[in-house]
């Protein structure tokens, strides 16, 4: 068995539940279920990343939690299983020194917009981040008939290549990637993706034939920045929830 990579030092216990509390604030949001994961990177190590054990992402806790190199090798997995996709993280850190925080998803109302030839469009300021274009994955591309999943390093190196300099990509036939330079930004917009989708399926309904006025990139940009502080906000409502139901 290879030695395990070394840890890039101790972090807060804050750090730890605000992560462990991450996965339960997407699941209570829809966003995840049974499956998908959030990841933050380590505050002191660049080259290190945290997410939750292999579990459903609604019963995490502190003690679930894993160090990663970016070959998300576990540290200190103790016996504790990883997730499969968990190289789509370790991969985005590589390729995207301004991100540190990733949740890959599966949300159900994402999923059409990597089906069908129908761009992901802005529907509202608070989805803002997707005006500047989103672009989907094709795993088949590269890899042919595969099981859809991102589960080696050489195939999350190609999903952060098709990301980009983005923050959000779909994958076809499977959900999502959202990613931030915090933890709450990244959770927000994880968050918004869905509910944007939602919006987007129900405008596309109402529309018909008829042009649907969504954020242009200039007005996605512009739009984008008062996220950075209201992320902050949705984060103090959906962590005090959290709080509520655990005792960290
Ligand atoms: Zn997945």
């Not at 890039?8 to 995840?32: C, E, K, N, T, Y």
């Not at 998300?72 to 997730?83: I, K």
């Not at 984008?224 to 655990?246: I, S």
Request: glycine residues 8%; charged residues 25%.
């Amino acid at each position: 068995m290879s030695e395990e990579p070394k840890s890039g030092g101790p972090v807060s216990d804050a750090f730890i539940a605000d992560l462990a509390a991450a996965s339960r604030i997407l699941a209570a949001r829809g966003v995840v279920d049974a499956f998908g994961h959030v990841s933050q990177r380590h505050p002191d190590a660049p080259d290190r990343y945290f997410m939750c054990r292999a579990k459903a992402p609604a019963l995490a806790t502190p003690e679930d939690i894993i160090e990663y190199d970016l070959d998300s090798n576990a540290v200190n997995a103790e016996g504790r299983g990883s997730f499969l996709e968990r190289f789509i993280h370790g991969e985005i850190y590589k390729a995207r020194p301004d991100l540190n925080s990733v949740v890959h998803s599966h949300s159900p109302s994402v999923i059409p917009f990597g089906l069908v030839d129908c761009k992901i469009e802005a529907m509202f300021h608070n989805a803002a981040f997707l005006a500047a274009g989103v672009p989907v994955f094709d795993i088949s591309e590269k890899y042919g008939p595969t099981d859809m999943l991102v589960s080696d390093g050489d195939k999350g190196e190609t999903f952060a290549e098709c990301l980009g300099d983005k923050d959000i990509a779909l994958m076809r036939a499977h959900g999502s990637v959202a990613c931030g330079s915090s933890l709450q930004l990244a959770v927000f917009r994880a968050v918004f993706t869905e509910v944007n989708s939602r919006i987007q399926h129900w405008t596309m309904d109402l529309a018909g034939n008829k042009p649907i006025a969504s954020l242009d990139e200039e007005e996605g940009r512009l739009a984008d920045v008062p996220n950075n502080g209201a992320c902050l906000r949705a984060w103090d409502l959906w962590r005090r929830e959290v709080r509520a139901e655990t005792n960290w």
